[in-house]
């Protein structure tokens, strides 16, 4: 794990113990969006001891100090988690293998402004995100 990661924490005034770096790492290393599901059983192959209730208070931290999103997406029906980009972003989701692609341009900032001045609107935030087929789910379709 980088030392960029792991100063992350202290950043945001959180202590670098083992479980929260091991979340951290998983979520970093990860291309796809996870559930505490998913992230408890990768830390559990690497710590035996780490529990499903340490993994959500870790998330909950984590989601608190904006160092990761919790995203709802339509294949799923858990709450995943990804890391935080440094930039606004969006998403190309793979709907066969779940991969997760993400666009750090915006192609909505001049909407989001017309939007907001068409109706006397501030837009704190907003997210997009398109569902198809990555190109090597689309090769394997067209193999059939």
């Given at each position: 794990?980088?030392?960029?990661?792991?100063?992350?924490?202290?950043?945001?005034?959180?202590?670098?113990?083992?479980?929260?770096?091991?979340?951290?790492?998983?979520?970093?290393?990860?291309?796809?969006?996870?559930?505490?599901?998913?992230?408890?059983v990768k830390a559990?192959?690497?710590?035996?001891?780490?529990?499903?209730?340490?993994?959500?208070?870790?998330?909950?931290?984590?989601?608190?100090?904006?160092?990761?999103?919790?995203?709802?997406?339509?294949y799923s029906k858990?709450?995943?988690?990804?890391?935080?980009?440094?930039?606004?972003?969006?998403?190309?989701?793979?709907?066969?293998?779940?991969?997760?692609?993400?666009?750090?341009?915006?192609?909505?900032?001049s909407f989001e402004?017309?939007?907001?001045?068409?109706?006397?609107?501030?837009?704190?935030?907003?997210?997009?995100?398109?569902?198809?087929?990555?190109?090597?789910?689309?090769?394997?379709?067209?193999?059939?």
């Amino acid at each position: 794990m980088s030392k960029k990661l792991r100063d992350w924490l202290l950043s945001v005034g959180l202590k670098r113990t083992k479980p929260r770096l091991l979340v951290l790492d998983i979520l970093h290393k990860n291309e796809h969006f996870m559930s505490a599901d998913d992230i408890f059983v990768k830390a559990k192959k690497v710590d035996k001891s780490i529990s499903l209730s340490t993994v959500y208070r870790i998330l909950e931290s984590f989601v608190e100090k904006e160092i990761v999103s919790p995203v709802t997406l339509e294949y799923s029906k858990h709450l995943l988690y990804e890391l935080k980009h440094e930039t606004h972003a969006h998403h190309l989701i793979c709907l066969s293998c779940k991969k997760v692609i993400h666009v750090h341009n915006c192609p909505l900032e001049s909407f989001e402004k017309q939007m907001g001045d068409q109706y006397d609107f501030k837009v704190k935030n907003h997210k997009l995100e398109f569902y198809g087929l990555c190109s090597a789910c689309q090769a394997k379709e067209n193999a059939s």
